[in-house]
């Protein structure tokens, strides 16, 4: 997925005509890592994102929140101090008032905002943050050009690539609640894609098999007159 996203970004940086930036660089560097590639975290404006941390759940700002790259606040070193996404689910009404945006901005003083054409702009700070059995400093997001299933789910999406193939590790193994997400995704099939084969085939789809959750579920919603399965069903 990181392989993805770097080689993603830099088509995203041609294209738009606007720099690649490593943003952490020193923080990598301070780790005495020399894979750069692995730890790095890019910033290219207007590129996708999500959230990494829980900033503020109440307003929507937590983990997994999709937002767009906006731009890389620097020292007068040329050091990175904040990250500023633009977060599309916090747009302010336009028929906001001055203040009803202020006292709206006032009232979630703990975390970096600014308002801006109905808009809502996020500033970034530096975390800790695991890659793996490393801590470094970086700040809390993700590029979204390659997402989990678990990340994109809830959200709907003009056009997707599904990658099936099967993982050699058994805590990343592809379940049929990982398929039944990826399809949903998109209002139409048409809009969906699939990535080229690996060397392990389609075997291990035809193992699949449908929970009994996802199956009472789906049944309520050809009947609406079943009863709405419990959670625990």
């Known amino acids: 997925r990181r392989h993805i996203n770097w080689r993603k970004a830099e088509l995203w940086s041609r294209v738009h005509d606007t720099p690649l930036l490593v943003v952490n660089e020193k923080d990598v560097r301070d780790t005495n890592t020399k894979s750069l590639s692995t730890f790095a975290q890019i910033f290219v404006k207007g590129a996708p994102a999500f959230l990494t941390a829980n900033l503020c759940p109440a307003i929507g700002l937590a983990n997994g929140t999709a937002c767009i790259l906006v731009h890389c606040l620097r020292d007068a070193a040329g050091v990175a101090e904040h990250v500023v996404v633009d977060v599309p689910s916090l747009a302010l009404s336009a028929d906001a008032s001055a203040e009803e945006r202020d006292a709206w901005l006032r009232r979630y003083g703990d975390v970096s905002l600014a308002a801006g054409d109905g808009r809502v702009h996020v500033a970034l700070a530096l975390v800790d943050r695991d890659v793996g059995k490393v801590r470094m400093r970086a700040f809390p997001y993700d590029l979204a050009f390659s997402i989990t299933w678990y990340k994109c789910q809830g959200r709907t999406l003009s056009k997707v690539i599904l990658d099936l193939n099967a993982r050699p590790q058994e805590l990343h193994r592809l379940q049929f609640t990982h398929l039944y997400v990826g399809l949903t995704r998109c209002a139409h099939l048409r809009d969906i894609r699939v990535h080229k084969w690996n060397h392990s085939g389609t075997g291990h789809l035809e193992k ?15 009947d609406p007159t079943m009863d709405l399965p419990s959670v625990s069903s």
């Not at 929970?211 to 009472?216: D, E, F, K, Q, Y």
């Open 208 to 222: 699949l098999s449908m929970p009994v959750r996802l199956a009472n579920y789906l049944s309520y919603l050809r």
